[in-house]
């Protein structure tokens, strides 16, 4: 129940820079102020980025775009990016990361989210948040960005892929981008092709763009690919040797495309993004250490493979997280003694003092880390 108005209470915020600087000096907390805050309006915090849900679009038949309008605490963000969104059920504060589907200069955002199956978060999002709730919001994270490519540009998807791929073709063809552009999204079905009204008008209006949808998991109707990414799918891509490639998906997606990119010599970088987490180095037999979380005063018999992120939930504690692949930085803890194995590349890490990256370290000697 909010005592004032959205728009009062974001004009508010810029009222609390005297708030702020005693929160800074140490007179007040923080959490104090926010508790005081909250009962004006659910999304006035001193700091904290919260948004109300202002609308909800059914893009495909399992995901749903929504709009958030945040607070005057956002930071801005760029297509292409995710953000952490968080929430609390049941008393247990939970987090995911969602990909950006739009970035509006007036603090509105619009990010698309995908039913998962048995999972915590999404059918609550789909199914329950309504309009006018409320949701905190981490900050932007990413580095997928549009290529200076002027020979044109492959978009390769994989499901919920899509969605930071249209993230950034939406700005691009609106900033009247030329160069030749072709989208090949991988999806089960047909009711899975998320956001194909709007692709498909989005071709009739440009005609640098093209679209394919492959079935993987249905019968292709005529026109339509057919099965998993393959080479074959791109004979049809005109020019081919020149475009930049950005491609988002499952790791196996990913892991396919850079296989087939590397193998093709075409020019600049490619630009990938996995959804689900990167295969694991698994160098290393099993071996049992000491794992040591010195704020919070807890020791734990561990093991070397698992990473750290998923042995501190296994103790009951809950360290801020986002992507769990290394990306965000939100599990970042500081080293305190022992050597980390980066679960990715196998380097080790043994200096005091350091920032790691808890989803992707395991501990390879006894650890402790300021956690
Ligand atoms: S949770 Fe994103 S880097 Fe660890």
Not at 35 to 46: E, I
Not at 112 to 117: F, G, L, W
Not at 264 to 270: C, K, N, S, T
Not at 281 to 295: I, P, T, W
Request: hydrophobic share 45%; net charge neutral.
């Amino acid at each position: 129940m909010a005592l004032i108005p959205f728009a009062w209470m974001r004009g508010c915020l810029r009222l609390l820079g005297p708030l702020r600087l005693l929160v800074a000096d140490g007179w007040l907390r923080e959490s104090d102020v926010d508790a005081g805050l909250k009962l004006l309006h659910p999304a006035l915090r001193l700091n904290r980025v919260f948004a109300r849900v202002t609308q909800r679009q059914w893009v495909a038949d399992d995901m749903l775009e929504l709009t958030l309008q945040a607070n005057g605490n956002w930071r801005g963000a760029q297509p292409g990016q995710h953000l952490q969104l968080y929430l609390e059920r049941d008393g247990v504060r939970l987090s995911r990361s969602y990909s950006l589907t739009a970035v509006q200069p007036n603090g509105c955002v619009q990010i698309a989210i995908k039913h998962q199956a048995g999972g915590r978060v999404s059918p609550y999002l789909l199914e329950q948040l309504a309009l006018g709730d409320v949701l905190e919001l981490g900050p932007a994270y990413g580095e997928l960005s549009w290529p200076e490519a002027q020979q044109g540009v492959l978009l390769l998807a994989a499901g919920s892929g899509i969605t930071p791929l249209l993230g950034l073709l939406r700005v691009v063809l609106a900033q009247g981008f030329s160069a030749p552009i072709t989208l090949l999204h991988y999806v089960r079905g047909q009711g899975q092709r998320a956001f194909a009204s709007e692709l498909q008008a989005l071709q009739a209006q440009y005609g640098n763009l093209q679209v394919h949808w492959s079935l993987t998991a249905a019968k292709a109707e005529p026109g339509q690919l057919a099965g998993r990414f393959t080479v074959e799918h791109l004979h049809s891509v005109t020019a081919l040797q020149q475009r930049r490639v950005l491609a988002c998906g499952p790791a196996g997606f990913v892991e396919q495309v850079q296989h087939w990119w590397q193998h093709a010599q075409l020019p600049g970088a490619l630009q990938v993004e996995a959804f689900t987490p990167p295969a694991f180095n698994a160098v290393e037999g099993l071996r049992a250490v000491r794992l040591g979380f010195a704020r919070s005063h807890q020791q734990m018999q561990a093991d070397n493979l698992r990473s750290l992120l998923e042995l501190a939930e296994a103790q009951g504690l809950q360290p801020a997280h986002g992507c769990r692949q290394g990306i965000c930085a939100s599990c970042t803890c500081t080293l305190l003694s022992g050597t980390v194995r980066d679960l990715r590349s196998g380097a080790l890490f043994s200096e005091p003092g350091q920032p790691i990256r808890l989803c992707v370290n395991a501990a390879h000697s006894d650890v402790d880390i300021d956690l």
